[in-house]
């Protein structure tokens, strides 16, 4: 049973008001939670395949596709071809951070919170925005380039091939462990089917501008206005 405590903004199975100081780790996904863009559809619209892409993107995130890396391979080499000149015209013009993610980033900070960007997209967009908002640690995927263009694969990292809901989860609970804290001491913010899995591992978990089976699940639902709105759950004093 959920509760509207404002327009737009609803909790189910937890109490408000609480104290952000409370919780000592916050993980963001990044495409359309952080930021108000899903990357890869924008670099797919340098090639001509925008809709088709996005149209994956979205069956995706609502759920309806559930191999994330299947879906995402098939995503990426859409692209072949692209240059990193594109990838750069595409993060200058079209990247902005959601409205309320600075404010929201800062007051945690304040609180004495470490920030985690865990993201199925893209490092080149992920380091991007930890230079923007001064993050502590990023997980992302890592575009594989050749002469300046991308080939349509990825490069495997040191901990696995493709950031998907499983590896999302094993990285919040993964930085948990190094800073010391337990889950029940972490939020998890997402928008996707493949946030689930971290936000269920959460001590608090919050869907911004989510899909119905994300809201689903989550503690705190931000339907409508900025990520700062869960400022009026967590008080940051």
Known sequence: MSTEISP??????????????DYKLIAFDMDSTLITIECIDEIADVTGKKAEVAAITEATMRGEITDFKDSLRQR????R???EAQMLQVRQ???????GADTLVRAAQAAGLKVLLVSGGFTFFAEY????????FVRANLLEVQDGSLTGGLVRQCWGDICDGAEKRRTLLEVASLLGITPAQCIAVGDGSNDIPMMEAAGLSVAYHAKPRVRSVAQVCI???GLDR????????
Do not use: F, H, M
């Open 8 to 21: 737009g903004l609803t909790l189910q199975n937890t109490a408000a008001p609480q104290k952000l100081g």
């Open 76 to 79: 990426v080499a859409k692209l």
């Open 81 to 83: 071809g692209v240059t």
């Open 93 to 99: 013009e079209r990247l902005r951070l959601s409205p």
């Open 129 to 136: 925005v930890r230079g923007l908002l001064n993050i502590d």
């Open 223 to 225: 339907n409508e206005g």
């Open 230 to 237: 869960l400022l009026e759950v967590l008080q940051p004093a």
